[in-house]
């Protein structure tokens, strides 16, 4: 494997690793840079359905999206990202996540790692942004570090107006409303493996904190959000084809972005998701 750091926040390209085959002693490192680098990207991969589900069992057991309808139809693991239509009926997902978040964040286990397998990507646009969330409560002011330190939020995974616009733009049946119920996270949580402080709260997904009137909830949510999200913090990642992306939840919020080509074009990609622990 050769490793080379993608910017100075987070992030790895590995080459040299096929991971349709990968070994005991080669999961172990992989493991160890998702751990070192929080997001990973293994180039030119022909990484088959099959060898995906096999190498995320490996991180640990999977979850499956509550959008039922957008799973893949012999691998309900297996959660579809996708514009192509076939047979009048849509492939995938097309809006997977236009706002920030942590996948599963709604979830009482919250997402611990996230796969992505691209099968065709456009010529251009649809990056993806992330963002390092211990770096940003390492620099977080003091005075608002104290202001969320021990503070609980509600995580919410259905549209919602406040405390900035930005929303979960999903078609969701009672069912599956019924089935995502709020949760409330610690804002600071405490990565299991690393024991590294990070910060877990997501524009488009933490909804209010407990014990707080909504405007004084609004405000420091919004002071929170207004930091994590500056540009100095984002790494933009641009899909080549035969990429796999792997990244930690636990430390990381992310973005998918939009461009002509990524919305004229074909782009379809396959995700798992690991479950992770609650968070603490």
């Given at each position: 494997?050769?490793?080379t750091?993608?910017?100075?926040s987070?992030?790895?390209?590995?080459?040299?690793?096929?991971?349709?085959?990968?070994?005991?002693?080669?999961?172990?490192?992989?493991?160890?840079?998702?751990?070192?680098?929080?997001?990973?990207?293994?180039?030119?991969?022909?990484?088959?359905?099959?060898?995906?589900?096999?190498?995320?069992?490996?991180?640990?057991?999977?979850?499956?999206?509550?959008?039922?309808?957008y799973?893949?139809?012999?691998?309900?693991?297996?959660?579809?990202?996708?514009?192509?239509?076939?047979?009048?009926?849509?492939?995938?997902?097309?809006?997977?996540?236009?706002?920030?978040?942590?996948?599963?964040?709604?979830?009482?286990?919250p997402?611990?790692?996230?796969?992505?397998?691209?099968?065709?990507?456009p010529?251009?646009?649809?990056?993806?942004?992330?963002v390092?969330?211990y770096?940003?409560?390492?620099?977080?002011?003091?005075?608002?570090?104290?202001?969320?330190?021990?503070?609980?939020?509600?995580?919410r995974?259905?549209?919602?107006?406040?405390p900035?616009g930005?929303?979960?733009?999903v078609?969701?049946?009672?069912?599956?409303?019924?089935?995502?119920?709020?949760?409330?996270?610690?804002?600071?949580?405490?990565?299991?493996?690393?024991?590294?402080?990070?910060?877990?709260?997501h524009?488009?997904?933490?909804v209010?904190?407990?014990?707080?009137?909504?405007?004084?909830?609004?405000a420091?949510l919004g002071?929170?959000?207004?930091?994590c999200?500056?540009?100095?913090?984002?790494?933009?990642?641009?899909?080549?084809?035969?990429?796999?992306?792997?990244?930690?939840?636990?430390?990381?919020?992310?973005?998918?972005?939009?461009?002509?080509?990524a919305?004229?074009?074909?782009?379809t990609?396959?995700?798992?998701?690991?479950m992770?622990?609650?968070?603490?």
């Amino acid at each position: 494997m050769q490793v080379t750091p993608l910017s100075s926040s987070l992030g790895a390209e590995v080459v040299g690793i096929d991971l349709e085959s990968i070994g005991d002693d080669s999961f172990a490192q992989v493991n160890q840079l998702v751990l070192d680098h929080q997001l990973v990207v293994f180039r030119d991969q022909s990484l088959s359905p099959e060898g995906q589900l096999r190498l995320s069992r490996r991180f640990g057991p999977l979850d499956v999206h509550p959008l039922t309808q957008y799973n893949h139809p012999q691998y309900p693991e297996i959660f579809v990202l996708s514009n192509e239509v076939k047979d009048g009926k849509p492939v995938g997902i097309t809006d997977g996540g236009s706002y920030w978040h942590s996948d599963f964040a709604f979830r009482e286990k919250p997402a611990k790692v996230t796969m992505l397998n691209a099968q065709k990507i456009p010529s251009s646009g649809g990056a993806t942004l992330f963002v390092n969330m211990y770096q940003t409560y390492d620099e977080l002011v003091e005075e608002v570090k104290q202001a969320v330190q021990g503070r609980r939020a509600i995580h919410r995974y259905r549209k919602k107006a406040k405390p900035n616009g930005e929303t979960t733009r999903v078609e969701m049946t009672p069912e599956q409303l019924a089935a995502t119920p709020d949760v409330d996270h610690p804002i600071v949580r405490t990565h299991p493996e690393t024991g590294r402080k990070a910060l877990f709260a997501h524009p488009g997904i933490t909804v209010k904190i407990l014990d707080m009137d909504d405007e004084s909830s609004d405000a420091l949510l919004g002071r929170v959000f207004d930091h994590c999200t500056q540009e100095k913090y984002q790494y933009a990642y641009q899909w080549r084809p035969g990429d796999v992306v792997m990244w930690d939840n636990r430390c990381v919020m992310h973005k998918a972005t939009t461009g002509i080509a990524a919305v004229s074009e074909p782009r379809t990609i396959f995700r798992t998701t690991i479950m992770g622990d609650r968070p603490f």
